[in-house]
Structure formats: structure tokens, C-alpha cells
């Protein structure tokens, strides 16, 4: 997996500067500790737990706390959810630790949502004592599983339960070198608390890293790579398919270069990072969650169709597709039988094993197609205002006055609600948008953001956030990482007090079984009483504006809040707007449900 530097200082933790002097390693889990130190694994983000407290002193008082610095998280979810937030940025695996097999469950959701993101995580867990005469009556028993790595082994790349502190730091090595390679995915490795805390009987031999963990890439071959430019030149109707890309400017530029070169129109997706600029010419449709009418037209009318690691490839294209149809994707490798989301068959001609952009690279020098340089672009001021009056406040509302508010400036959206609209936002650099969950794990959203805001730390973009309410409420508690670490954030709601997508699905079924769509709401609604974000954001030190109901309202908030977060805070901006969806999301969930109600 293509990776770019973090752009982060070190987070402020002068108030956990431990006292003392480090020492030389002297128990099992010092070894650990300075194994991720070897890695160059600058962060672990972690909710305490005594099944890892020898690897918590080791951290603290034999590495000072400095590379990896901990980040104290409120919950599992959070600390998972940071490290692949900042895997989305840097494309590196940051650390994460959690408590035995309970901490593990909590962890689960959004270790899926890294799975399901192909981002790299490493999660290390601990158990045990295994030898039981070690292990304390009651908690350490019901600590310890007789095969932990089994919870999350359907959606980790690889588990381990090394037994001494050489095969540990093995592990490690391998944990790193298998969560990075293409396509990536978070890994875990369980620590025996008795080998953690049992001293050293020698000193270790060093490690030679990069013969450990070579480098694996997967470029296409020659004869592939001047079949498919051969194909591309003769095309007359060409689309690519933009899907799982990196965040390298390089790739930015080179897939610009080649969608010039072959006249070919380009489809983004907003599940994913930028990938492609969204008002470029050749642009066929502002991104979607799922395609609009005019990309499918597109490609039931295209003789060549080149998918660049498509999610959901056969949802995208038609039934019969009437072109050539190649799929550049390593992410067979990963599928497996528990989980479905490889999705379903495509009617694919051809499947190119290798690292879409190193497909790319070669196209360019192919077909003689010279890539420019990337410039970061501030966000342009918003087109006509949408119309809506003095009537109740809806998304487009909330993103136009954003962008208005924002115009001028290098921003990174690190998250956006279901209600979002491409077309409200052009995305110009890779780090414009950086992706959506993975998993559709509700929650995810405001720990993600945390850690993309980690990474982008000294970039000079500034970090904003759009979530749902639903989302907001399960994961508010990540914001107190934010401000304790002096991450800034700007965090905005699109509070609907609905669970709407909910709605949505109930409406549906209503319709098919002749039953009132007005009776949707029931279960759904947030009100009665009415929940305080803005409250719930100051409990977690962060500077909370609203409910915001009016624009003129919405104007001053997002001028004081943007100025919190560029002297460095974290700001929530609780933006009260109406239930309902976009045109282009409403008539996308209109074709869906014919859709289903013809597969009946």
C-alpha cells in the first residue's frame, strides 16, 4: 500500500511527561514496547486495562511515553477508530491496545470498519495469565480465552498469541508488514500477561528490520499494461471507475493524466477518499454513495470500462455490459467465508492482480501521458444559495454556509453523513475527502475524524467533520481524546433527531405491504426530550455552539467555531435541519427499492 508522511507534530503531552530516567529492557514487555518503538509507530491509542499493565509501564516507564506516545481513549471503539482515521491519511498503521477479551468486544465494531476500509491497524490485546496457576481468582479467569484472536479472526488479516518476548516482537514485525501490505487491513496480536511481566532471562539480538519486512509490490506486467493501453487508445466511449486509490499526489496526478490522455469520462465514489477532482471536465457525476442516472447511462454506453478497485462493482455497472470490462483489484486476496463484503459477482473480461495505481503509472508511461503537479486547493466560494427562504434549516443549507465560511482555505472533510450530496463539495486534492467508515458501523464517525485530524496536524489544512446525529451521539466521547491531545477539529451535525435512514427502510416496507408510511417515525425520532449536543461536546472540553435553527444563526456559528479551531481547539457546531435526503440520494433509494421490490 502506497503511504505519504504523516504530517503531525508529536501531540502535546507535557502533563504526561513520567519522571524517572528509562532504563534498559528488563521484562518481557519492555520488549514490546521498544518493537513498536523500531517500527516507527509514533501513537498508541488505548483504554487502559490490567490485562496489558506490564506493557502500560513499559510504554510509560521504559520508553517515557515518547515513540509511541499513548492517547487515552474513553472506549475501545474510539481508540480502534483513531488509528484508522490516521490510516486513512498517512496510509501507515498507527497502534492500538485493548483489554483481554472484553475490550476486544467493545473493539469489534470498529476493527470491522477498518476491515471493510482495507486500512491498516495494529490492535494488541492481551490475556491471561495462560499458565493458570499464575493467574489471580475470579478477574483473571474471566479474562483469559482459550483462542481470543477467534472473535475478531474473520476480519483481521492475520492473529497471533505469541508465547515468549522474542516470538512477540516477531509477531509484531509481522503484524506491521502484513497490515500494510496491499490491500491493507487492520491485524491483531494477544500478549500473555504472565510473559509481559516476567523478567527477561537475556538480552535480545537486534532486528534487522528490512530484511524482516521487505517491501511487496504488485505491479502489473508489461504485456498487460500495452493490452490494456492498446484497448484505451482504440476506445471511443471510455469510463474509469475510480475506487480504492491512495492518498498519494502522485496517483492524483497520474490518473488525471490518463483520463486526459484517453478522453475517458471518470466516476467517483463517496464511500472512498478523493480519487479523481470532482468539477474536472471529464468528471462524469459528482460522487454518490451510489451512481446517478447519468454514470449509468455512461457506462451502459461505454466500450471500455476500467475499474480501479470499484466497491460493489455490479452495482455499478449494467446487467449485460455492452463494453470491455477490466477490474484492476488485489482485494480477492482478502475475501473469505464469513464476511460478505466482497460483494457480489461482476461480469468482469479481465482482472488485473496489481496495485491500481502502480496500473496507472505504467498507463501513463504507455500511452506517453505526463502527469503535472499537484497544488493544494482551498475550497471555492459556493455557487447561488439554495433556495429554502426563512423556511426550517435542510443539509444544503448546513453545507453551503460551511463552504461559504470555509472559502479560501485548505480543508480536509474527513467524514460526511448519508443526507451529503456530491455535488455540494468539489474535491481538487487527495485529501480534500478521505473517506467514509468502511463497515457502516453508526458511531464510527467522530473517532475516524480524530484520527485523520491527528495526521493532518501542521498540514495547514483544517480538519472538518460532518456527522449525523445517531453517529455523533455513539461516539461523542472520542472528542475528549481530541482536546486532551490538542488535536483541532471542527465537527459539525446534520441533527435530524432521527435515526432517518430508519425511516427510510420503514417507509419501504410500509409501501410493499399496503401498511400507513405515516406511522415510520415510531421508534425512530430523537425528541421528548430534546438531546443537547452542543451540551454533550462541552462535557468533552470542546466548544459546543448551538442548536443552530436559523442561517443567520448558522453564519455566526460557523465563524466562531472555525476560529476555535484554528487557534487550535475543537469546536461542535449542532446544526438542527430536517429529515430527508438529497434528490440525488432520494431518487437512488427510489431505483433501490423497485429494485428489491422486483426481486419479489
Known amino acids: 500500500m502506497r503511504t505519504r508522511e504523516p504530517f503531525d507534530a508529536p501531540a502535546d503531552a507535557a502533563m504526561e511527561t513520567p519522571v524517572g530516567q528509562p532504563g534498559p529492557a528488563a521484562f518481557g514487555s519492555d520488549v514490546v514496547a521498544e518493537t513498536l518503538r523500531a517500527l516507527d509507530i509514533p501513537y498508541i ?13 513499559s510504554l510509560v516507564n521504559h520508553l517515557g511515553n515518547r515513540q509511541p506516545q499513548m492517547l487515552l481513549c474513553l472506549h475501545e471503539e474510539h ?29 469489534t465494531m470498529a476493527i470491522f470498519n477498518a476491515w471493510c476500509d482495507r486500512m491498516p491497524v495494529l490492535v494488541i490485546g492481551a490475556t491471561g495469565p495462560v499458565d493458570a496457576e499464575k493467574r489471580r481468582p475470579w478477574i483473571d479467569w474471566i479474562h483469559t480465552a482459550r483462542d481470543q484472536g477467534a472473535i475478531v479472526r474473520s476480519y483481521v488479516k492475520w492473529d ?75 476506445a471511443k466511449q471510455p469510463v474509469i471507475l475510480v475506487g480504492r486509490v491512495s492518498r498519494s499526489e502522485q496517483g492524483w496526478a497520474e490518473r488525471i493524466a490518463l483520463a486526459e490522455a484517453t478522453g ?71 475475501h473469505n467465508g464469513w464476511s460478505m463484503d466482497h ?92 473517506g467514509s467508515d468502511g463497515g457502516g458501523g453508526i458511531g464510527g464517525g467522530p473517532g475516524i475524524s480524530v484520527g485523520a485530524a491527528l495526521a493532518l ?27 486532551h491531545y490538542r488535536i483541532p477539529l471542527l465537527l459539525v451535525v446534520a441533527n435530524n433527531r432521527s435515526f432517518f435512514n430508519d425511516e427510510v427502510h420503514q417507509e419501504r416496507v410500509a409501501r410493499m405491504r399496503g401498511r400507513p408510511v405515516e406511522n415510520k417515525w415510531i421508534g425512530q425520532r430523537m425528541a421528548d426530550p430534546e438531546i443537547d449536543l452542543a451540551g454533550m461536546a462541552r462535557a468533552q472540553g470542546a466548544e459546543g455552539f448551538g442548536p443552530v435553527t436559523t442561517r443567520e444563526q448558522l453564519v455566526e456559528a460557523y465563524a466562531r467555531a472555525i476560529a476555535v479551531v484554528e487557534a487550535g481547539g475543537v ?30
Not at 79 to 105: D, E, P
Not at 212 to 234: F, K, Q, S, T
Open 45 to 57: 491509542a488505548l483504554n487502559p486495562g490490567a490485562s496489558f499493565r506490564g506493557f502500560h509501564d
Open 79 to 107: 481508540a480502534v477508530a483513531i488509528a484508522q482515521g490516521y490510516a486513512k491519511v498517512t496510509g501507515r498503521a498507527m497502534a492500538v491496545a485493548v483489554h483481554s477479551n472484553v475490550g476486544l468486544f467493545h473493539a
Open 160 to 234: 497471533d498469541q505469541p508465547a515468549s518476548p522474542g516470538a512477540a516482537r516477531e509477531a509484531l514485525v509481522r503484524g506491521k508488514w502484513i497490515a500494510e501490505t496491499h490491500p491493507a487491513g487492520p491485524v491483531y496480536i494477544n500478549l500473555d500477561a504472565g510473559m509481559q511481566e516476567a523478567p527477561l532471562d537475556a538480552p535480545l539480538p537486534p532486528l534487522d528490520l528490512q530484511r524482516l519486512a521487505p517491501r511487496i509490490d504488485h505491479p502489473p506486467g508489461a504485456e498487460e499494461v500495452d493490452r490494456l493501453a492498446a484497448l484505451l487508445r482504440g
Open 264 to 334: 475517458a469520462r471518470v466516476l467517483t465514489d463517496l464511500k472512498l477518499g478523493a480519487g479523481f477532482p470532482t468539477d474536472h471536465p471529464l468528471s462524469l457525476a459528482p460522487p454518490g454513495v451510489f451512481p446517478l442516472p447519468e454514470a449509468r447511462a455512461a457506462l451502459e454506453q461505454a466500450d471500455v470500462v476500467l475499474s480501479l478497485d470499484w466497491i460493489a462493482l455490479n452495482g455499478a455497472l449494467p446487467a449485460r455490459p455492452a463494453g470491455v470490462v477490466v477490474h484492476v483489484s488485489l482485494d480477492h486476496i482478502l
Open 343 to 434: 460483494q457480489a459477482l461482476a461480469p468482469v473480461d479481465r482482472l488485473i492482480a496489481a496495485d491500481p495505481d502502480a496500473l496507472v503509472s505504467a498507463l501513463c508511461r504507455a500511452l506517453g501521458a505526463v502527469p503535472r503537479a499537484v497544488a493544494a486547493a482551498a475550497v471555492p466560494a459556493p455557487g447561488p444559495r439554495p433556495a429554502g427562504g426563512a423556511g426550517p434549516l435542510v443539509v444544503p443549507d448546513l453545507a453551503f454556509h460551511l463552504r461559504a465560511a470555509l472559502a479560501g482555505r485548505p480543508v480536509s472533510l474527513l467524514h460526511l453523513p448519508l443526507s451529503w450530496d456530491g455535488a455540494f463539495w468539489p474535491f481538487r486534492h487527495p485529501l480534500d475527502f478521505v
Open 457 to 483: 496536524r501542521g498540514s495547514g489544512r483544517l480538519p472538518v467533520s460532518i456527522c449525523g446525529d445517531g453517529d455523533f451521539l455513539m461516539g461523542v466521547t472520542a472528542l475528549w481524546t481530541a482536546v
Open 571 to 600: 469546536a461542535v457546531v449542532d446544526v438542527r435541519v430536517e429529515p430527508g435526503y438529497t434528490p440525488a440520494m432520494a431518487g437512488a433509494l427510489t431505483r433501490e427499492t423497485k429494485a428489491e421490490e422486483g426481486k419479489r
